[in-house]
């Protein structure tokens, strides 16, 4: 499992050993600010960057 | 004062580990620490029966001997209910929890226990008991039946229990309000000050130490992967069917993704009042982010989403609800042979 | 900078047609404060009503508590950037009446985690026993604002009428003699005659970011402390109307009254006065609005205590719940990494009681925690022989009261430091 998540501490705190910094807690996997395509292109980076992790045997 | 006292069959006298499988006997009257138990407890205190059963026995039929226990301890209109001491032995100590808790809240009478803090027994039910700290050795069998007869006798009495320290039981991890003489302020200097002259110091409150959890291993072939994505933001259908609550929930639910590219924010509402929703009802996917997943499944970077994400609310949410949510979402992981899960959290 | 306090005992208040301090009994001419207040025409109205210590009665809901005070000319002003222009606070003698205090109850709840009744002065019963305000004479000031003006706007007008009702009381005792006087020690990193002896800081949220301020809420010299960054304050700022609280409180709350009468910062002058240790100076903090935020706040102000105050060791307290919280121990573990000792003034945040769900931090180092109750805490409520609310709505809100929970009592459950009660963990 990986975790996508802004509160990095309460993450930290309970154990959760694959973390991926989400985009703030309103909206974790966008960015209202940014256009349609700018942020699918965020959400894609996010989505592969947990992929990542997935197959990552270190602790994040 | 009536009581019923539990015993296993060491302290019970009827032998050691080859008589653990004995079955559930009913004596008249005090037995083993019982005898020293009934004149520690003074006064009208008499034990009118004691349990002895076999600690492999009890442990291999524990519903049958709970109810047993229970159906004799009403039967002898015994207002006090004591299991034990157990020190280290962890059936024992096991067994002895799961009367006193079941009395407890069955018959509703006073219940006392002991054994050592690294019983198993103890990790399971201190919270619900009092249970006396006895450490493991029963060398100290009567310091610890002093302070279980002075716990009972005050449980009895309907008095005021003392902290941990005072009374000599496993702390609870439970918290309840006192007014004391100090201020938070004056407390807050003295405690700052003991602390940066070296001097001693105990802390009103010591944080809580979340076991580790063994990192699962890496997956290792991700586009042959069963991946499912799970939040804990709250995101449901509109109307929230499984009417999964805002706060402390105590509900979650699995929502159909069958052959959807991307989530509509008509289709589904927030039940979570920890955060600002309008990001997320606007478009659903900036929490459960199906679309960028079903593109990483065209490309082949994985082998398929699962067709169902978990839902529920992450909002000020009790540890004694959150743990079981977890617990069955993870029976679920297994039960539809997901291989990695995503989980998004607010 | 040595603020004197001038103490004039209160025993009782009543209406009267002169405003004057007899002894200990303080007339007050209501038309003449009425006036005074009127002159803000957001309000169409002022009334009034005594409380004595002990009586059978509440009010409710509760806006703010201030101790009437009133500076003498040749020092500071009164509620400097508020009712006055904002130059330093702290400064010359200030009179009080002691046992005495404003009360101004709003029109309506605050909201947020007070309820439908916000918070209560509860002036008898089980719960009188938990608050220190049970025991002081009251005037209670009910402002009625004008229908159709913005909230922000009604806000700012219950706080000013406030304090304005404070400062016209205490002067009334700017011609009496006080019955005590006390000047406070020179205190500060530079100070000389307390060497060797532990040099201590206090480290004080003021305001949570989890809601943005009002354009126009004042807090810190009339600021609304959007955007600002940790700052240094002399004590007696604090202590002499620097301050106030916002306008919503959470948990136990936060009232003027007791940044006037700060319990930490007292007890530390106490300390420095017994020369048990050095009081070198305070930090009053935000918590903030996000991990970005909180990072900044947190380093500025753990690098102001150990910088520029060469703190060796902090006190430290929150404004507010959870955010507040990780904040402030987010900064006492900053200030351990760097050698500053600290302790943390936290309240009960578990829900079930139970001491896995209370903490929203695990710092080893941050080991040393006085910890405030009020999460468990409910008592009866019983029928009173008088109800004071701030409008029908509010007093019916309170009617139908028959229990009340310790976090609606103004003053038991308090985060500046004047709580007795404490959660226990068994």
Redesign the interface.
Known sequence: ???????????K??????VVL?H?????????SLSFQE??EL??N???D??KA????E?E | MRVVHYLNQFFGGVGGEERAGMRLEEREGAAGPGRLLEQLLGGNAKIVKTLVCGDNYAVEHQDEVIASVLKKVQEAKAELFIAGPCFEAGRYGMISGALCSAVQSELAIPVVTAMAGENPGADLYREALYIIDSGPSSAKMRDVLVKMAELAKKLVAREEIGLPGEEGYLRRGLIRDEFVEQTAAKRLVDMVMAKVTGGPFESEMVPTSFEPIPMPPAVKDLSKARVMLITDGGLVPKGNPDRIEGSAATRWGAYSIEGLDDLKGDDYEISHGGYDPRFVQEDPDRLVPLDAMREMEREGKIGKLHNEFLSTSGLANPLSNTRRIGREMAEKVKKEGIDAVILTST | MRLTLARHPVTDIRFETATRLEGTSLFVDVEELRRNILEDDSLRNVDFETVCPGENCRAAPVFDIIEPRAKEAGGSQDFPGILGSPVTAGMGTTHLLAGAAVTVLGERAAGGSGGAIGRVLEMSGPAAGGSPYSSLNHLIVIPHARSGIPNHAVQKAYRVAGLKASVYLARAALSQRPASIETFDPVGPTEKGHEGLPRVAYVGQIFSRQRKPEVDEQILYGANTDGMLPVLLHPDEWLDGALVPSYYSSLGGAETYFYQNHPVITELYWRHHARELNFVGTVATIAGSDNEDRDRNCRAAASLVKWVLNAEAAVLTKYGGGVPHADMAETARLLEGMGVRTAVMVSDMSRDRRVESALLFNFPEVNAIVYCGGNGTRWNAPQVERVITGSPEAGEALAGLREIGAYNVAGVANQQGASRLRAVVY
Do not use: F, W, Y
């Open positions: 499992m990986v975790q996508i998540t802004s509160a990095l501490p309460i993450a705190m309970v154990g959760s050993n694959r989400g703030g807690i309103v909206h974790v996997a966008g960015d209202a942020e699918k959400r894609r996010l989505v592969l947990a992929l997935l197959q990552s045997a602790k």
